[in-house]
């Protein structure tokens, strides 16, 4: 039996896929199990996807303006009630950086990470315009981070 080159990772996450060959545009699906090399994917469609479909995925993290896009291919499908049940391999691995966010985002899902320049509102004070200041955030060390720093530590 083949063993998997990276963990899996059960999740939810919303959303949207394209396939340039059913010009349809974006349609909504859900990541279901997630990895660096691949996505279980429900797609809320009722219109069956041909296996090695090229799909485009954007990937929701914490709000509609906070996604990444992944491309892959199809390599299995079925039919589950009204929707298909699938599973992406993706064309390239997703690197460190987003995956390590991607990892904190699905364990901390309720929780804002950030804020960004379209969250902030500018306030009119005596016809000026301006910006709060950014609140500093702090995200907690990851277990590979306090390894890294501990390999990292050298002795003067």
Same mark, same amino acid.
Not at 91 to 100: Q, Y
């Given at each position: ?18 396939? &340039? ?9 859900? @990541? /279901?199990? @997630? ?14 996807? /041909? ?13 509609? =303006? ?12 079925? =039919? ?25 985002? @699905? ?11 379209? =969250? ?10 301006? &910006? ?9 060390? /990851? ?6 720093? @501990? ?6």
């Amino acid at each position: 039996m083949k063993t998997r080159s990276f963990s899996r990772f059960d999740t939810s996450l919303k959303a949207c896929f394209f396939i &340039a060959e059913r010009d349809r545009g974006w349609e909504d699906c859900q @990541i /279901t199990k @997630i990895s660096r090399k691949g996505m279980g994917v429900t797609f809320l469609t009722e219109e069956k996807i /041909t296996l090695d479909s090229l799909i485009n995925l954007k990937v929701y993290t914490s709000q509609e =303006s906070d996604y990444f896009t992944v491309t892959g291919t199809l390599k299995w499908i079925e =039919s589950y009630k009204n929707t298909f049940l699938g599973g992406v391999e993706l064309s390239e691995i997703l690197d460190e950086p987003k995956w390590l966010q991607l990892i904190y985002f @699905i364990k901390h899902p309720r929780e804002n990470h950030t804020s960004t320049i379209k =969250s902030i509102e500018p306030h009119d004070i005596k016809g000026k315009f301006h &910006a709060p200041p950014p609140q500093k955030v702090v995200l907690p060390a /990851t277990k590979l981070e306090q390894i890294k720093a @501990i390999l990292n530590y050298k002795i003067l």
